[in-house]
């Protein structure tokens, strides 16, 4: 295994988070990075570290008597896999309210429904949320897209020695996800079906989402599959796209579009293991869109709430719209090298009343389409797009 990368934006975001607040907790996929980014932190912060694993025994004994422990401890206190100590959580509202107090606790932990209830409802106001996903472009150079698009941004996927390794890496995570990180999340849901939903929802990356079309098939109740979903989502498997309801006079759709959040998973599902096997595969459009849609959320800053696609009935739709404010940015993604302007681009640009609307695409350069409408390389979307204010 290669040398971990070092991802400084996200040092700093979080060490300026723990400036502010007594509590951050960083929130992801299970082997995204937590801990590493964490030992990140950790090497850069003056004052002591204490560090407990709760995966590990000698860690849980160790907080049997969470306030006992941890009021000894000062300066920065990491605790990772919280989630397998919810109640800690009535601990450190304590602890963080007495007086003079300088702790500051750095908690890890994967997405749970319960762990982010006990967090907004013990320590509101107290704390704050980092979510943590995978490499991005940015981080490994635009020299390795490919491998970023086809390996995904899982940590120990995209730095494997060989193509093999990394094939062998996300399976084993697929089957570790299903059958012990789930049923630790409360929910019971049996693994080789899960399996099959997820493969499922492989093939419906970028699609338009369809509970009643996905339960005939998968010969369950809609409410199910919804369930199914939403256990993805909230685990960071499962990108779910709210459309955007403008006030016009149009019948717009309004299920999300799904996505996989990372491609070397998807890739996992749908059976694909090279760049030559995905670019003859007919996903190999869908799994572009959501590669390039993740760099361009992550570029922008785009928090819960900011992001929607947009599509009318009468065929009209955009991939992408972004509103924070009185700001409306639209996107679309075409893997083509010569993108060219759309009716449907023009009316987006016209109903939703964009300030500007960019065509990523898969060519080299950046260049005027029309008024408001460029072509942007997606190789140059950390320079060319800015990020949100």
Same mark, same amino acid.
């Given at each position: 295994?290669?040398?971990?990368?070092?991802?400084?934006?996200?040092?700093?975001?979080?060490?300026?988070?723990?400036?502010?607040?007594?509590?951050?907790?960083?929130?992801?996929?299970?082997?995204?990075?937590?801990?590493?980014?964490?030992?990140?932190?950790?090497?850069?912060?003056?004052?002591?570290?204490?560090?407990?694993?709760?995966?590990?025994?000698?860690?849980?004994?160790?907080?049997?008597?969470?306030?006992?422990?941890?009021?000894?401890?000062?300066?920065?206190?990491?605790?990772?896999?919280?989630?397998?100590?919810?109640?800690?959580?009535?601990?450190?509202?304590?602890?963080?309210?007495?007086?003079?107090?300088?702790?500051?606790?750095?908690?890890?932990?994967?997405?749970?429904?319960?762990?982010?209830?006990?967090?907004?409802?013990?320590?509101?106001?107290?704390?704050?949320?980092?979510?943590?996903?995978?490499?991005?472009?940015?981080?490994?150079?635009?020299?390795?897209?490919?491998?970023?698009?086809?390996?995904?941004?899982?940590?120990?996927?995209? *730095?494997? /020695?060989?193509? $093999?390794? &990394? @094939?062998?890496?996300?399976?084993?995570?697929?089957?570790?996800?299903? =059958?012990? %990180?789930?049923?630790?999340?409360?929910?019971?849901?049996?693994?080789?079906?899960?399996?099959?939903?997820?493969?499922?929802?492989?093939?419906?990356?970028?699609?338009?989402?369809?509970?009643?079309?996905?339960?005939?098939?998968?010969?369950?109740?809609?409410?199910?599959?919804?369930?199914?979903?939403?256990?993805?989502?909230?685990?960071?498997?499962?990108?779910?796209?709210?459309?955007?309801?403008?006030?016009?006079?149009?019948?717009?759709?309004?299920?999300?579009?799904?996505?996989?959040?990372?491609?070397?998973?998807?890739?996992?599902?749908?059976?694909?293991?090279?760049?030559?096997?995905?670019?003859?595969?007919?996903?190999?459009?869908?799994?572009?869109?959501?590669?390039?849609?993740?760099?361009? *959320?992550? /570029?922008?800053? $785009?928090? &819960? @709430?900011?992001?929607?696609?947009?599509?009318?009935?009468?065929?009209? =739709?955009? %991939?992408?719209?972004?509103?924070?404010?009185?700001?409306?940015?639209?996107?679309?993604?075409?893997?083509?090298?010569?993108?060219?302007?759309?009716?449907?681009?023009?009316?987006?640009?016209?109903?939703?009343?964009?300030?500007?609307?960019?065509?990523?695409?898969?060519?080299?350069?950046?260049?005027?389409?029309?008024?408001?409408?460029?072509?942007?390389?997606?190789?140059?979307?950390?320079?060319?797009?800015?990020?949100?204010?």
């Amino acid at each position: 295994m290669a040398q971990p990368i070092i991802r400084p934006n996200h040092v700093a975001r979080i060490t300026a988070l723990l400036r502010q607040f007594p509590v951050v907790a960083v929130l992801g996929a299970r082997q995204v990075g937590k801990t590493t980014l964490a030992r990140q932190v950790v090497a850069s912060w003056q004052r002591g570290v204490a560090f407990f694993d709760l995966e590990s025994t000698e860690d849980l004994a160790r907080l049997a008597d969470p306030l006992l422990t941890l009021r000894r401890e000062r300066g920065l206190v990491v605790i990772d896999e919280v989630q397998r100590l919810p109640h800690l959580f009535q601990t450190l509202r304590v602890l963080v309210d007495e007086p003079g107090t300088r702790r500051r606790f750095l908690l890890l932990g994967s997405a749970a429904p319960a762990l982010l209830r006990q967090g907004a409802e013990t320590l509101a106001g107290r704390i704050a949320y980092h979510e943590l996903h995978g490499f991005r472009l940015d981080e490994v150079g635009v020299d390795r897209l490919p491998r970023l698009w086809v390996r995904g941004g899982f940590p120990r996927s995209f *730095l494997a /020695r060989t193509e $093999v390794e &990394s @094939g062998r890496w996300r399976e084993e995570f697929i089957r570790t996800f299903l =059958e012990r %990180d789930i049923p630790q999340f409360g929910l019971r849901i049996p693994a080789p079906a899960l399996r099959r939903f997820w493969s499922m929802i492989a093939h419906y990356h970028a699609q338009t989402w369809n509970s009643s079309e996905l339960a005939r098939a998968f010969g369950v109740a809609h409410t199910t599959v919804q369930r199914y979903l939403d256990v993805l989502t909230e685990t960071f498997m499962v990108r779910q796209l709210p459309p955007w309801h403008a006030n016009l006079a149009k019948r717009q759709v309004r299920s999300p579009k799904v996505y996989l959040r990372d491609t070397g998973l998807l890739h996992a599902l749908l059976g694909v293991h090279t760049v030559r096997e995905l670019e003859g595969h007919p996903k190999v459009g869908a799994s572009w869109e959501g590669f390039a849609l993740g760099i361009v *959320l992550e /570029r922008l800053g $785009v928090r &819960s @709430g900011e992001a929607y696609f947009w599509a009318t009935h009468a065929g009209a =739709e955009l %991939d992408l719209l972004v509103v924070r404010g009185r700001t409306r940015l639209g996107f679309e993604f075409k893997r083509t090298s010569a993108p060219s302007v759309t009716p449907s681009m023009r009316t987006a640009l016209v109903d939703l009343n964009l300030q500007r609307l960019d065509v990523i695409h898969g060519g080299r350069e950046t260049y005027q389409l029309a008024p408001r409408i460029r072509a942007v390389p997606l190789d140059q979307v950390a320079r060319e797009i800015g990020v949100l204010r």
